[in-house]
């Protein structure tokens, strides 16, 4: 079917499209540029677009759970690489597509990097829904 | 091939199992909710588990935010009904796995109700993708 012949680099959307956030950024920077971009959960890099990580609405909602409110003062004391998620799967541009659905099973989206570890796109469970759709129509 | 046998109801999440909240809830309970279930979005239902809507941090988070900072106490004034997407596409039980399969390209998740709008439980990209997997190893 087509789908086998497609590699992740062909489903995923280019770096200069992600919206990301810099490690030294302070989680309410973090958290404006999410809820101003709208995406729950986004990468993370260093000055030179080395990926480090993910960091999303959740991680960041989760530092201001206090025992009897939201401390949500906390924000503007913590930098986004205290608290990111740097354990993450990647694949390469040129991994294939159904390696590229098995990794997005567990993660919305999966980030792409190539052999130094920088940044080169994402793979969104939606890109390979898209296609999954097509090899039911044949 | 297999997926072609199933419906909506085989694959989704009953709702015994599905995290949700009240339309008339404070955000500030919503979310903390959703903080503490660790979902970005979950279904809304009224006194008798009719669906009304789904709400998630996204959402909650938007109404925060201010022209110089986040307004985090508005979380207390306001409440799920005012603010919550209740324009939300539905499945049935028996819609096919394609179905589901076309509905998730563009959701999360999708709410299933039946024939009441009494909400049965969620469909999830991640319950899709794994039978879609499935259908690559035939
Ligand atoms: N501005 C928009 N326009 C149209 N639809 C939108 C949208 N924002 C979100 N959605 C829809 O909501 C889904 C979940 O978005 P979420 O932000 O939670 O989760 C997103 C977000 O964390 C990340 N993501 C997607 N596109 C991104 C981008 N351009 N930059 C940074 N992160 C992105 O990948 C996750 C999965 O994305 P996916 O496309 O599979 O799934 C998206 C998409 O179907
Ligand atoms: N406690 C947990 N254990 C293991 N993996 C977890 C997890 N929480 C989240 N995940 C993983 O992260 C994905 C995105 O979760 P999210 O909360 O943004 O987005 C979720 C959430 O908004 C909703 N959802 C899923 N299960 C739910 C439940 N039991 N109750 C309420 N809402 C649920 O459906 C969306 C899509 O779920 P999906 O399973 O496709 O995709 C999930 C799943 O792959």
Known sequence: NESSQLSVKDLMIPSEKVAHVQINNPLEHALLVLVKTGYSAVPVVDASYKLEGIIG???????????ERFEFERLSEMKVKEVMNADIPVLSGNDSYIEGLKAVIDYPFICVVD??????????RRAILKQARKDYYL
Do not use: Q, V
Not at 57 to 67: A, D, F, P, R, V
Not at 115 to 124: P, V
């Open 115 to 124: 052999e130094n570890h920088h940044f080169d796109g994402i793979l969104t």
């Open 57 to 67: 609405k959740s991680i960041i909602l989760n530092e201001t759970l206090g025992l």
